[in-house]
């Protein structure tokens, strides 16, 4: 349905995490995947993160949702922008599959907004990769350098900034992307409603890594070792500097055996920043309604947004789902990777796996979690 038109290795090496790019015509005819209406819909829910933002003169207000009524806000100068909506609106998956170029340990969000004329974000910086998709409508988007940046009215806790010089300065059409790489700073504004979808991708910090160590130490017990000296300071309110090396090679042997680092990385990436629409079966769920139902011609579909990932060098056959370890041990190769890129299984790929037990039992536990769904 929808296909990329342009050369994703050329991207790759050229654009992607270095500087920003407009694609014209990146889908040919494009068609949005999802109305106005349908958006508003889904702003409407408690559990969808949504919210509305207000442009006023040069300052920008935040209406968080659920919203319900858009009647207060007029015809201009505001938007409604809606997360994850790939995880609550599946005829948006299609969209989101074809950046699977990228891999999904990356992939954050679709993010959807409906945008009034004049209505838009002030400059700002994000700290993650985006694609910016016009749908119908027309918006105007500005993208200046990496410098330094002093955040708006000094407050250190917004992505918003003082304005900048622009050197991209362009008008998105339907089909037309913009992608703006981390560091860039940029901002948006409606010249007649749109559509528009923010694809993006998102890489862990040192902060976040550092705490994904520590939980996993802690929930397995294990990282006990202690530093130990053969010689001390003849000061008594010394550190000397060959104990707190001493103290940091602790950590660096830790960080260098992949028993301690490859579940950490696995649960942390494979963990999604915005709630599943999980499908809660009516009970659990028996090998044989399973095989029944897929020689019926039922396909297996994972839930829209659901990461999961394998590790390359893995000393064990396991995968990492929302950020749980399932493990495979007696499964080849093939077919965990099979396992880990495939989002769908028609009946007749889902029957082959299935001769394999521990793939069967995999199903049902995907079934059982509410993380897979028997279309």
């Not at 055996?257 to 629409?277: A, C, H, I, T």
């Amino acid at each position: 349905m929808y296909t990329l038109n342009f050369d994703q290795q050329a991207f790759l090496e050229t654009y992607w995490q270095k500087q920003p790019l407009v694609i014209k015509a990146a889908f040919k005819d494009f068609a949005d995947p999802i109305a106005a209406d349908e958006l508003a819909g889904l702003a409407c829910e408690e559990e969808i993160a949504s919210r509305i933002i207000l442009t006023k003169q040069n300052n920008w207000e935040i209406i968080q949702g659920p919203i319900e009524d858009y009647a207060p806000f007029g015809e201009d100068n505001w938007q409604l922008l809606v997360q994850a909506v790939n995880h609550w609106y599946p005829d948006s998956q299609p969209l989101v599959d074809v950046f699977r170029f990228i891999p999904d340990w990356r992939f954050d969000d679709l993010m959807v907004s409906f945008a009034t004329p004049g209505g838009g974000v002030g400059p700002h910086i994000d700290n993650y990769d985006v694609f910016l998709l016009q749908g119908e409508g027309k918006r105007r988007w500005k993208v200046g350098p990496i410098g330094n940046y002093s955040p708006r009215g000094g407050d250190t806790h917004t992505a918003l900034i003082d304005d900048f010089e622009p050197i991209i300065d362009v008008v998105l059409e339907a089909g037309d992307m913009l992608y703006i790489p981390p560091g860039f700073p940029h901002r948006g504004e409606t010249i007649e409603t749109a559509l528009s979808y923010s694809i993006g991708f998102r890489a862990p910090s040192q902060q976040e890594l550092i705490s994904g160590i520590a939980d996993h130490l802690i929930d397995t017990n294990s990282g006990l070792k202690r530093f130990t000296s053969t010689q001390e300071p003849t000061e008594p309110g010394l550190l000397p500097l060959t104990q707190q090396e001493g103290m940091l090679e602790l950590l660096r042997e830790l960080l260098t055996k992949p028993e301690y680092y490859q579940p950490v990385l696995g649960q942390l990436l494979s963990q999604n920043r915005f709630e599943l629409d999980l499908c809660e079966p009516d009970g659990e769920h028996t090998s044989e309604e399973l095989l029944e139902a897929l020689e019926d011609g039922a396909e297996i579909q994972r839930i829209g947004g659901l990461k999961v990932i394998r590790i390359e060098g893995d000393s064990q056959k396991r995968l990492f789902i929302n950020g749980e370890i399932y493990c495979l041990d007696e499964v080849e190769a093939d077919t965990l990777t099979t396992l880990a890129n495939q989002i769908s299984f028609d009946s007749d790929t889902a029957l082959a796996l299935c001769k394999q037990p521990d793939v069967a039992e995999y199903f049902l536990w995907l079934l059982d979690q509410g993380y897979a769904y028997l279309a």
